[in-house]
């Protein structure tokens, strides 16, 4: 059974900076399409970004523009982790943070996706709360 599993959230102070885990178990991210989703008070979930790390070794990523140049999705295949490294936090990033991933297995078309229903397996959430 796939499992994706979330770590690293926690409260920061605006300005701040944050890392969150992704691992996956019974699942390899690499050559695997995946995101992050957030969940924000008030709003609908929406797909902050995506990563794909093809077989030549090249990675390709894409982000909404509320995140980008703060936000930076990477991988560390040897143990098969996903990473969302934020920093220059505002307290509109609160919220719950999701991994998930899509069965696409491609780089030109999952940085196209991003919306969530482009998502297949997820995993349980870290909430990450922004103060100030």
């Known amino acids: 059974q796939v499992h994706l599993v979330e770590s690293g959230g926690g409260t920061v102070p605006a300005g701040g900076s944050l890392m969150l885990s992704c691992a996956g178990a019974s699942f390899t991210v690499s050559r695997n399409c995946m995101g992050w989703v957030r969940h924000s008070p008030g709003k609908e979930r929406e797909g902050i970004g995506m990563i794909y790390y093809g077989l030549d070794r090249s990675t390709q990523t894409t982000y909404i523009d509320s995140v980008k140049d703060r936000f930076t999705i990477s991988q560390d295949n040897a143990n098969n982790t996903m990473y969302l490294q934020m920093q220059n936090l505002k307290p509109e990033d609160t919220g719950t943070y999701y991994c998930?991933?899509?069965?696409?297995?491609?780089?030109?078309?999952?940085?196209?996706?991003?919306?969530?229903?482009?998502?297949?397996?997820w995993g349980q959430g870290t909430q990450v709360t922004i103060s100030g």
């Open positions: 998930a991933s899509t069965r696409v297995f491609n780089g030109d078309e999952c940085v196209r996706l991003g919306q969530v229903g482009d998502f297949y397996y």
